[in-house]
């Protein structure tokens, strides 16, 4: 099995040999990740990359049960325009494959409000991942002019909470459910 110790030494070779726009960033353990936008060639890669996921991860990412990930990503889920709607995804190289760690996405919820997720593979949690989708996420919202980015989640979970309140968005309890908090950022 790939883990986050074995994958230091082969990343930035695998990195240099991709298209497009991306960055090679730090996690807190030394490793490096490659970040670029999901595009719909990453559906497979979406798909096994949620299929890994623990129950208690998948539930987080949709926000309730999710036993068959194909029925989660039907529809227009990888659509992204760039402007209404943005995903960033975390790579890592194993035995010649880049394979998805973690995915961060926002869509538009009117002309100046976005809502966002972050999911982060089990294995690579408390190494920083999150926060720095998130921060790729943050700074295309800026950049398309919205004023405020938000995300859902379940009260219970606190390192969603955590990740928040460390990028500075307020967390509020949701109005309409009781179990659910929002948290909201002012860019």
């Not at 009117?110 to 720095?132: F, M």
Request: with cysteine.
């Amino acid at each position: 099995m790939f883990t986050v110790k074995n994958h230091h030494y082969r990343a930035a070779e695998a990195c240099a040999k991709v298209k497009g726009q991306y960055w090679i960033e730090t996690l807190q353990d030394g490793g490096h990740v490659l970040i670029r936008q999901l595009t719909d060639k990453d559906r497979e890669r979406e798909y096994a990359f949620i299929k890994l996921l623990s129950p208690e991860s998948r539930h987080m990412r949709f926000l309730s049960r999710v036993n068959e990930p194909q029925k989660a990503m039907a529809g227009p889920r990888l659509d992204i325009d760039s402007k209404q709607r943005t995903a960033y995804i975390a790579l890592v190289h194993e035995d010649g494959q880049l394979i998805e760690i973690g995915v961060s996405r926002y869509g538009a919820t009117d002309e100046h409000k976005c809502e966002c997720t972050v999911t982060v593979a089990e294995e690579w949690k408390q190494l920083e991942l999150g926060t720095l989708l998130m921060e790729h996420l943050i700074t295309a919202a800026r950049k398309n002019a919205f004023h405020h980015i938000y995300a859902v989640d379940e009260s219970s979970n606190a390192p969603m909470r955590a990740l928040a309140r460390s990028l500075g968005f307020e967390t509020r309890d949701d109005p309409f459910e009781t179990r659910k908090v929002v948290h909201l950022l002012y860019l």
